[in-house]
């Protein structure tokens, strides 16, 4: 049996490419900025997963009824409110929306406002352990307003 071992050099080219993987795929991403209520935990949470997940993420804090208004303005439904709103690409992202279903509008761009998970459903990214989470539905904002359901993630 023949045996390979790896060099020093082939080791550092390794470890390089592996270091860079991740910025990599955060330029691959388009940006998204969050807009978010002051000393929120779980908004934290979820830019920091965000980030985690390759994306470049820039936040700001809002408070109060301007809060409420950049949703509005964004095309939100009272209904759909969560704690914070993302935009990206010219879609708004309401609550802890996850990874997978943001890559997966940009990529079928259909004529909608965004999406959002309405209240805080408990394991939904920046709300506590995906093992044990609570069943919750992204839904689709549509442009006047409707809610239809995009993703049902079940409990766990």
């Known amino acids: 049996m023949k045996r390979y071992s790896i060099g020093r050099r082939e080791l550092m080219l ?17 940006p998204i900025h969050v807009v978010k209520g002051r ?20 936040d700001e804090v809002s408070m109060g009824t301007l809060l409420i208004r950049f949703k509005m303005d964004q095309g939100i439904p ?5 704690c914070h709103t993302g935009t990206v ?10 990874a997978a279903d943001i890559r997966k509008l940009l990529d079928e761009r259909p004529d909608a406002v965004g999406l959002a998970v309405p209240g805080m459903p408990y394991g ?7 093992d044990s989470r609570d069943a919750y539905d992204v839904l689709l904002v549509g ?7 995009y993703t049902s993630y079940p409990a766990a």
């Open 39 to 58: 000393g929120c935990e779980c908004c934290d949470a979820w830019v920091d997963y965000l980030r985690e997940q390759g994306f470049t993420v820039t």
């Open 14 to 30: 390794a470890s390089a490419a592996f270091a860079l993987a991740p910025a990599a795929r955060a330029e691959e991403e388009p």
């Open 143 to 149: 442009r006047d307003g409707s809610l239809e359901v």
């Open 89 to 98: 690409n010219g879609y708004a992202l309401e609550g802890h929306v996850p």
């Open 78 to 82: 009272a209904k759909a409110f969560s």
């Open 124 to 130: 939904s990214p920046g709300m506590g352990s995906e």
